[in-house]
């Protein structure tokens, strides 16, 4: 058995795979797992975006839990957005206030000047890769992570 066990809850699908929830097996902690077909992304392009996700570290942006690959199947496990994602919540709102947008719009772009800063452009931002969760329930992962990205670096 490997370090997280994969659930039933489906969370979204994109051209080159599906996010379910998945489980930490020794802490009971939900995640996010990324499952990628092989056979449609080219693995050196998942590695070169695990790297990259490893070396990105930022309270803005999501971070990686874990990897592993299953037959065909490549599993990044990165933290959980439990608040889901923005967009969601702009339709269910009907709009947001200026008011009510500009935390969130601070947050996206605090997150792209430290990619940008390390040499990272992102390339696909969109409203629906932003979640929800407010800045002051964030966990800082610097210490539990790997070192930052070096300016210049990628």
Do not use: C
């Amino acid at each position: 058995m490997g370090e997280f066990t994969l659930l039933t809850s489906e969370l979204g699908a994109g051209g080159y795979g599906k996010v379910v929830q998945a489980k930490h097996n020794a802490t009971g902690k939900l995640v996010a797992a990324k499952l990628i077909s092989t056979g449609r992304m080219k693995l050196a392009a998942i590695q070169k975006e695990v790297r990259l996700m490893q070396q990105l570290i930022h309270p803005n942006i999501i971070g990686i839990e874990g990897t592993e690959e299953q037959g065909k199947t490549y599993i990044i496990y990165m933290e959980l957005a439990t608040k889901g994602e923005l967009f969601s919540r702009v339709i269910n709102a009907g709009s947001l206030t200026e008011e009510l947008a500009r935390p969130y719009f601070t947050e996206l772009m605090l997150a792209v000047k430290y990619m940008h800063e390390h040499g990272v452009v992102h390339r696909d931002l969109k409203l629906v890769r932003a979640t929800s969760r407010p800045l002051q329930q964030r966990q800082s992962r610097r210490q539990q992570r790997r070192q930052p990205l070096r300016p210049g670096r990628r």
